[in-house]
């Protein structure tokens, strides 16, 4: 402390987070009964520190969800979402391959990317009464060859029956620079989902699930291998994920 | 490696107490420290035997952070993803709950750096020097960034706005 001047910043704070020795802190004291500007400012310093603790420690008590506990294991997506873990299980491969190298998180933009056109084609197509798709579920095989030979990659609409939902048929979409298929779905009561899938994806990755809302709709997202996926539905995070579950089993079969 | 892994599993709660401060909603949280944990994991290896995983484990957790910050910036118009209200799981009494209200909005208003650095030495209690490590900056920056970030706490909590803030390193 100089001698008729401001206490320094730096031991103001750590006077807040207790951190000086007992001689140093009776002088900061022995001067804040004397600069009440000062002594205010360490209250509401100290204040900040009891509240975070207010809000944030009662996490500490929750249980551990079962999907933070699995990361401990030497385990990939597939097994994870066997599992019934929770989404968003990064897979190992995918984190380490772009983090470590250092790279931009280009890989990240780019799936946020593809979340947001399957949005956009999502909210373009399903109000669609006379035209929701191109090509009708009734001719499903000429379907999924026709895509499949538009996005240089085997493609083909997963069967959803178990989770309630029936397959419209699919259209093709201009993508981000290449071309990209919808499939729509429809369960009993008329909801529909689209599965947007995307050749963009150059290299062999597999990432985790990621989930994205806009508004009421949800989208989880994907890269398996040459193609990404997006799931977009206007349901319950749990229930849009359970069926994104399907999606990724169906097409792993 | 059976010890290390008993040695993370240890810091679960307090990486996610860390990482629902940092990011808010708790999904998003969890995601984080998800993806700290299997990175850790992944590197195991790279832990020295004896030295303290919290904080490795925190440094992690930060560079992944400071990624996905860079990656929202770098995609405008993106809707943040996840669950955008911070969820608290306490109900404190009406007069304590608008301070608390007030803090945990001021915080989302901190620039991360900022908040990174209040919230690893005021609700981490961490010493400076380890902050400093896991920010991989200066003692020197940590104790500007701490009296920045508190300084802004207390102005946005008691409601004066403050002036465009210069990026302080």
Redesign the interface.
Known sequence: MTRNGAIP??EL??Y??D?LDPARRAEIEAHLAADPEAAE?VR??R???E????????????P??E???A????RRGAVWLRSGA?A???A?AF??GW?LRGA??AA??AE??LA?QAAIAHAVYTPEVLHPVEVRAEQEEHLTKWLSKRLGSSVRAPHLGAAGFELVGGRLLPGGGRPAAQFMYQDARGGRLTLYVSAEASDNRETAF?????GSLGVFYWVDGPLGYALAGELE?ERLLAVAEAVYHDLNR | MDEL?DL??EQ???L???A??LVGGR?QA??L???T???G???RHLWRRGSDPRAWLFTIMH??HV??V??RV??P???P???NAPE???R?AAE?AL??RD??RALEQLPPEYRET??L???E?M??QEAAEVLGVPVGTV?SR??RG??R??AL?SGQTQPTLRRVK
């Open positions: 910043e730096s704070h750590a807040v987070d951190r400012r509401a310093y204040r900040q520190n509240t975070l603790h207010e809000l944030f420690d009662p996490t500490l008590d929750e551990v969800p999907r933070l506990a990361a401990l294991a030497p929770l968003a299980s990064v190992t984190l380490l983090y931009p998180p990240v933009v946020a990317a947001r990621r989930y994205a809302r806009e995070r | 892994k993370i599993a679960i709660p307090r996610r107490r860390y629902r401060a999904a969890d995601d420290v998800q993806d944990l299997e990175r994991w992944a590197r560079n992944l990624n996905q860079r990656g770098r995609a118009g993106l809707t993803l996840e669950d608290h799981a306490w404190p304590e301070i608390v803090l945990a209040v919230l030495i005021g609700l209690q010493s400076y104790m701490l009296a508190r300084e706490l207390r909590m």
